[in-house]
T-cell receptor, first 113, second 113 residues
Framework: GQQVMQIPQYQHVQEGEDFTTYCNSS?????IQWYKQRPGGHPVFLIQLVKSGEVKKQKRLTFQFGEAKKNSSLHITATQTTDVGTYFC?????????????FGTGTRLKVLA | EAQVTQNPRYLITVTGKKLTVTCSQN?????MSWYRQDPGLGLRQIYY???????DKGDVPEGYKVSRKEKRNFPLILESPSPNQTSLYFC????????????FGSGTRLTVV
């Protein structure tokens, strides 16, 4: 079935350093969404990307959707301790006859003060 | 307040004792879904529902049942829980499967002994 992998699985950074997580799908995605889950919390929707090559920014966060719509990235500039958590990409499956909504494996970010 | 309400938050049960985790949303969302979260595996979809009386299997449906008799409620039923169903469970909903972000419940941590 369709799979969505994220790398790295874990990342420890010093506060102020940049961070990037990559999301790769085995098939084309109609759109992609990103979520953040704080430790002990639930996933919270951040943003949705729809168009091939689309780039969106939210303050220090930059989201990009690949040209082939099979990959995406989230880049955080100058990380802060409030960025700690697990970041997931997610999207609707493209398999005919199914209406699943699947998540990537997630990247856990730890920021050291 | 727009939200997805899950109960209970924590549950310890014994193998084979039927249980139900409730999920209710107050946003008139069409699409609802259950996920389980396990370390290193991300969020895996158990079942989903496109609308009332329309449900289908996700990627890990074995050992679970669901129903969608009303639009707002989507309970998860474990008829005969086993230790491998020990996990963190999330209910989520969205206006539709594709175009909107998902709202998650606070999660249910289930331990089966």
């Amino acid at each position: 079935g369709q799979q969505v992998m994220q790398i790295p699985q874990y990342q420890h950074v010093q506060e102020g350093e940049d961070f990037t997580t990559y999301c790769n799908s085995s098939t084309t995605l109609s759109n992609i969404q990103w979520y953040k889950q704080r430790p002990g919390g639930h996933p919270v929707f951040l943003i949705q990307l729809v168009k091939s090559g689309e780039v969106k920014k939210q303050k220090r966060l930059t989201f990009q959707f690949g040209e082939a719509k099979k990959n995406s990235s989230l880049h955080i500039t100058a990380t802060q301790t409030t960025d700690v958590g697990t970041y997931f990409c997610a999207g609707p499956t493209s398999t005919s006859g199914t209406y699943k909504y699947i998540f990537g494996t997630g990247t856990r970010l730890k920021v050291l003060a | 307040e727009a939200q997805v309400t899950q109960n209970p938050r924590y549950l310890i049960t014994v193998t084979g004792k039927k249980l139900t985790v409730t999920c209710s949303q107050n946003m008139n969302h069409e699409y609802m879904s259950w996920y389980r979260q396990d370390p290193g595996l991300g969020l895996r979809q158990i079942y989903y529902s496109m609308n009332v009386e329309v449900t289908d299997k996700g990627d890990v449906p074995e050992g679970y049942k669901v129903s969608r008799k009303e639009k707002r409620n989507f309970p998860l039923i474990l008829e005969s829980p086993s230790p491998n169903q020990t996990s963190l469970y999330f209910c989520a909903s969205s206006l539709d499967r594709v175009n909107y972000g998902y709202t998650f419940g606070s999660g249910t941590r289930l331990t089966v002994v």
